[in-house]
């Protein structure tokens, strides 16, 4: 692919290939792809647009460098150089320096810069995005997820099909914790090639182990952040998202990833909890109050676990057409009930450390914890109906016509 600039600046050789974007109103430069530059004068013209920007900005200049892939060090000091610059020639403009740990080298090389100017920050913008990072690398949590993921899987792959999946497809799994869909899919649906993207380490190794262990040549797996892929526009045939929009506070900015990386044509499909429907009879009111007092432990912490009854309205606003929708209602009467109580169980070490993030006083959590066991009891009772309704929709990206 050639080298580019959104913003009309000059490309030079496969070594630089890059992209700007300079918004005025929220007085924000961003920068994407490779710098790599031999020299100094191969980055004028960068130089040159940060210092318009930094002459005309009032207050705060917003430098994004969250999708930057790479950047050597003749790039590097020029950038300190421009900031530098700025400093001295407004010293009451503050300069942040959004980044993502996604790419190692940001942080270690911007914070020098913090370092030296006070009036410049740096942001590690998506530290903040995942509020239960924590919980999602516990390895007792992990166990449990791959029982969580082989009882959705019983239910999930029959409608699929429904949602446009077939062989031969591109897909692309963001979010992939364990990677245990792709292994799936494989089995199932022979794809022509899985990437799984996820912003948990522990569940990486353990998914690249899997298709190792497996023989699994056509599955890529990155850690990256589901807000701001590092993959191409327009490539995927068929782009899941499952049971990860709930987790994050701003969904909408996965969406808008999604959407950027599918192939006009192809389908987006996400699932989600509705975790206010959740229930279990004997003792159903205690078992319902006990899910709310979840929901609003979930805000707190910037996760909406009621998502689930928004998918029509999350797949719409992301500008997709022939939206489907299915239940999987997963209760004890079509799944092993002992493997189900196992997965709530695991909820009660999930909603502790959810509730020491959001900082609740001990009794909060220890009601949750009372309900959470009564619903596991209705769960294994030989009279009890419980169940756990997730929803899955998905939606295709228009094909637009020239």
């Given at each position: 692919?050639?080298?580019?600039?959104?913003?009309?600046?000059?490309?030079?050789?496969?070594?630089?290939?890059?992209?700007?974007?300079?918004?005025?109103?929220?007085?924000?430069?961003?920068?994407?792809?490779?710098?790599?530059?031999?020299?100094?004068?191969?980055?004028?013209?960068?130089?040159?647009?940060?210092?318009?920007?930094?002459?005309?900005?009032?207050?705060?200049?917003?430098?994004?460098?969250?999708?930057?892939?790479?950047?050597?060090?003749?790039?590097?000091?020029?950038?300190?150089?421009?900031?530098?610059?700025?400093?001295?020639?407004?010293?009451?403009?503050?300069?942040?320096?959004?980044?993502?740990?996604?790419?190692?080298?940001?942080?270690?090389?911007?914070?020098?810069?913090?370092?030296?100017?006070?009036?410049?920050?740096?942001?590690?913008?998506?530290?903040?995005?995942?509020?239960?990072?924590?919980?999602?690398?516990?390895?007792?949590?992990?166990?449990?997820?791959?029982?969580?993921?082989?009882?959705?899987?019983?239910?999930?792959?029959?409608?699929?099909?429904?949602?446009?999946?077939?062989?031969?497809?591109?897909?692309?799994?963001?979010?992939?914790?364990?990677?245990?869909?792709?292994?799936?899919?494989?089995?199932?649906?022979?794809?022509?090639?899985?990437?799984?993207?996820?912003?948990?380490?522990p569940s990486l190794r353990y998914a690249q182990e899997m298709a190792k262990r497996l023989g699994m040549e056509d599955v890529e797996y990155q850690y990256g952040d589901a807000a701001t892929l590092l993959l191409p526009d327009n490539s995927f045939d068929f782009v899941a998202c499952r049971l990860a929009l709930q987790v994050f506070h701003q969904p909408e900015m996965i969406m808008q990833e999604l959407y950027r990386i599918c192939k006009p044509g192809g389908r987006i499909y996400i699932t989600n909890e509705m975790m206010s429907c959740n229930y279990g009879w004997p003792d159903h009111e205690l078992i319902r109050a006990t899910y709310q007092r979840i929901l609003e432990l979930g805000k707190m912490v910037g996760m909406d676990l009621d998502i689930g009854m928004k998918t029509r309205h999350v797949l719409s606003d992301a500008g997709l057409e022939d939206i489907k929708i299915n239940l999987i209602d997963i209760t004890n009467m079509n799944t092993d009930c002992y493997d189900f109580a196992r997965v709530v169980e695991s909820w009660i070490n999930g909603t502790s450390q959810m509730a020491a993030t959001a900082g609740t006083p001990p009794e909060f959590h220890q009601e949750i914890t009372a309900g959470l066991r009564v619903h596991m009891a209705t769960i294994t009772n030989p009279k009890g109906l419980a169940s756990w309704p997730i929803y899955a929709g998905s939606g295709r990206k228009p094909v637009k016509m020239m």
């Open positions: 692919m050639p080298p580019s600039s959104s913003s009309g600046l000059p490309s030079w050789r496969s070594q630089v290939t890059f992209s700007m974007r300079v918004d005025q109103t929220d007085q924000e430069v961003a920068l994407s792809g490779m710098l790599r530059p031999f020299g100094a004068d191969q980055m004028r013209a960068i130089r040159g647009t940060l210092e318009t920007a930094a002459k005309s900005a009032r207050g705060e200049l917003c430098l994004d460098f969250k999708r930057l892939k790479y950047m050597n060090n003749v790039a590097f000091l020029e950038i300190n150089r421009f900031v530098r610059w700025a400093v001295e020639a407004r010293p009451n403009l503050k300069i942040k320096l959004i980044i993502s740990s996604v790419i190692p080298w940001a942080i270690r090389k911007f914070q020098v810069i913090a370092e030296i100017y006070p009036n410049v920050s740096v942001e590690i913008y998506d530290m903040a995005f995942y509020p239960i990072q924590r919980m999602l690398e516990d390895a007792e949590f992990i166990d449990v997820l791959r029982l969580q993921e082989r009882i959705i899987w019983e239910h999930e792959r029959k409608i699929l099909p429904s949602h446009g999946l077939m062989p031969g497809m591109r897909i692309a799994d963001i979010g992939c914790g364990l990677g245990y869909f792709a292994v799936m899919l494989q089995r199932d649906f022979k794809p022509e090639y899985i990437v799984g993207v996820d912003h948990s380490r």
